[in-house]
């Protein structure tokens, strides 16, 4: 059984930085490719980065290119979501995802966290 569970998420001013964390079950972590997704109200949810460990590869989305940087700890089976330079337009509940594949589209992930909610005020 695959388990996520987000953290780190909270009300910051626009500038600041935040780090979310993920903590997966078992070997969730080496083994799936883990993502950050997120949704703003009446928006649909959408893809910000992907990593997978054991290759090596990591994706972010170009919204947040520069600013935002995917990274795991394997000895945690933790996944990580570094944010600076936060903006209001990030705003969002942030969810932690798990794939099979490497995909940065919503109908490839299978599991997911409950996720975490990250206000940006102006």
């Known amino acids: 059984q695959v388990q996520l569970v987000e953290s780190g998420g909270g009300l910051v001013q626009a500038g600041a930085s935040l780090r979310l964390s993920c903590a997966t079950s078992g070997r969730t972590f080496s083994s799936y490719t883990m993502a950050w997704f997120r949704q703003a109200p009446a928006k649909e949810r959408e893809f910000v980065a992907a990593i997978r460990w054991k290759i090596g590869m990591t994706s972010h989305a170009d919204s947040v290119k520069g600013r935002f940087t995917i990274s795991g700890d394997n000895a945690k089976n933790t996944v990580y979501l570094q944010m600076n330079t936060l903006k209001p337009e990030d705003t969002a509940v942030y969810y932690c995802?798990?794939?099979?594949?490497?995909?940065?589209?919503?109908?490839?992930?299978?599991?997911w966290g409950q996720g975490t909610q990250v206000t940006v005020s102006s």
């Open positions: 995802a798990a794939s099979q594949i490497f995909g940065t589209t919503r109908s490839e992930y299978t599991y």
